[in-house]
T-cell receptor, first 112, second 113 residues
Framework: DAKTTQPPSMDCAEGRAANLPCNHS???????VYWYRQIHSQGPQYIIH???NNETNEMASLIITEDRKSSTLILPHATLRDTAVYYC?????????????FGKGTLLTVNP | DAGITQSPRHKVTETGTPVTLRCHQT?????MYWYRQDPGHGLRLIHY???????DKGEVSDGYSVSRSKTEDFLLTLESATSSQTSVYFC????????????FGPGTRLTVL
């Protein structure tokens, strides 16, 4: 699986958009980009995933660059409850490897 | 929320004792996973199951065994617990392969003295 690089921490003001970057320059054509988050002491929570096109759901938007070497997770109106560690993961869903490799992620702190 | 429970939620045990953690799901999902989470290491996959009686090793499987005799239950056993196995253990499920989101349980905090 391709590796990812994320900043260790970011801050965001409540009510503003939080833009979390992820670099995955070695991503291969059949690998998807997944985002999960983990609020303190809880199990990780799935947010969104995509292959090449931008994706949006009720939680967030995922913007993937045309060359697919990086992506950005956007939380449009961050709240205090969005404070969490956000993980960007790349994985091939069709491969024999079933696992998701969680790196260290980005600690997003939403400030009042 | 996906129907995943883990038991016990907290356990303190002594080195050398056997420990079994249980993950129970009500979603009838085929795939189940056990992860451990330690400071500085993130989540690491211990074992996973792709069906009843079908299991395989993850990246940190030494010292752990698993069993899945029913779709809804995935057991993680530490045959002889060591202090290095002090960790938070998370179970996860997914309906199909990795492309589907994984739903995580609330975790079990295990302390081995």
């Amino acid at each position: 699986d391709a590796k990812t690089t994320q900043p260790p921490s970011m801050d965001c003001a409540e009510g503003r958009a939080a833009n979390l970057p992820c670099n995955h320059s070695t991503i291969s054509g059949n690998e998807y980009v997944y985002w999960y988050r983990q609020i303190h002491s809880q199990g990780p929570q799935y947010i969104i995933h995509g292959l090449k096109n931008n994706e949006t759901n009720e939680m967030a938007s995922l913007i993937i660059t045309e060359d697919r070497k990086s992506s950005t997770l956007i939380l449009p109106h961050a709240t205090l409850r969005d404070t969490a560690v956000y993980y960007c993961i790349v994985s091939n869903p069709g491969g024999s490897n079933y696992k998701l490799t969680f790196g260290k992620g980005t600690l997003l702190t939403v400030n009042p | 929320d996906a129907g995943i429970t883990q038991s016990p939620r907290h356990k303190v045990t002594e080195t050398g004792t056997p420990v079994t953690l249980r993950c129970h799901q009500t979603e009838n999902h085929r795939y189940m996973y056990w992860y451990r989470q330690d400071p500085g290491h993130g989540l690491r996959l211990i074992h996973y199951s792709y069906g009843v009686k079908d299991t395989d090793k993850g990246e940190v499987s030494d010292g752990y065994s698993v069993s899945r005799s029913k779709t809804e239950d995935f057991l993680l056993t530490l045959e002889s617990a060591t202090s290095s196995q002090t960790s938070v253990y998370f179970c996860a499920i997914s309906e199909r392969v990795v492309r589907d989101e994984q739903f995580f349980g609330p975790g079990t905090r295990l302390t081995v003295l």
